[in-house]
C-alpha cells in the first residue's frame, strides 16, 4: 500500500555550547546551506532548523522563495567583493565579539 504522506525536507545544524557561535551567524549559514541544497538538488528545502543539543531545544524557521532570492543577492554581492577586494571593514562590539577571527584582525582586535 502506498502513503500519501509528505515529508518535509529540513536542513538541521546541531549546536553545542562547546565553542558555539552566535545564533545570527548560525541562521545565516543555514540559509546559505539552503541555497546550496536547491542548487545541487533542484528542490528547495522546506525548513532550516538550529538544534541546541545542550539544552535540547530547536529554532526552525520555513524557507521559501523569497528568503532564497535575498541569500542569493547576498552571496553574489559577498563574491563581488572578495574579487574586487572591496570589503568594507565594519567593526563593532557586537559584530567583532562574535567572530572567531577577530584576534588577527586589526580592526576587530582594536574593538573588543
Known amino acids: ?11 538541521v545544524d546541531l549546536k ?3 565553542r558555539a557561535q552566535a545564533e545570527s551567524v548560525s541562521q545565516i549559514q543555514l540559509h546559505i546551506y539552503a541555497l546550496g541544497y536547491r542548487e545541487l538538488t533542484g528542490h528547495r528545502a522546506d525548513y532550516v532548523e538550529v538544534y ?10 520555513r ?7 535575498g ?3 547576498d552571496v553574489r554581492a559577498a563574491a563581488d567583493a572578495l574579487r574586487k577586494g572591496v570589503l568594507r571593514k565594519r567593526p563593532s ?20
Open 16 to 18: 553545542s555550547n562547546d
Open 63 to 69: 524557507v521559501d522563495d523569497g528568503l532564497l532570492r
Open 93 to 112: 562590539k557586537k559584530r567583532c565579539g562574535e567572530c572567531d577571527f577577530r584576534m588577527v584582525c586589526s580592526s576587530g582586535a582594536k574593538v573588543v
Open 52 to 61: 541546541d543539543l545542550d539544552g535540547r531545544k530547536r529554532s526552525a524557521r
Open 1 to 11: 500500500m502506498l502513503s500519501d504522506r509528505v515529508t518535509d525536507h529540513t536542513l
Open 71 to 73: 541569500i542569493a543577492a
